[in-house]
């Protein structure tokens, strides 16, 4: 398997070693966005409008248009 961002991952994990390293990498990144959501907010409070995560102009305002 080819690396991710330098990160060489195991070739073969059984079931529950493959669940317990998604589990991990799961709590890994919420625990990284607690720690670091008030830095998180800012940034992308302050980033281009590419990079709103409100997405604030992305839906059509157009009443008539139905919604599905």
Not at 4 to 13: S, V
Not at 30 to 39: D, I, K, L, R
Request: glycine share 4%; hydrophobic share 45%.
């Amino acid at each position: 398997m080819p690396s991710l961002y330098g990160l060489a991952f195991p070739e073969e994990l059984d079931d529950t070693a493959a669940a317990a390293l998604v589990e991990f990498l799961h709590a890994l990144a919420g625990a990284a966005e607690n720690h670091y959501a008030a830095q998180l907010l800012r940034y992308y409070h302050n980033a281009s409008p590419a990079h709103d995560v409100d997405q604030r102009g992305f839906w059509d305002d157009d009443e008539t248009d139905p919604p599905f």
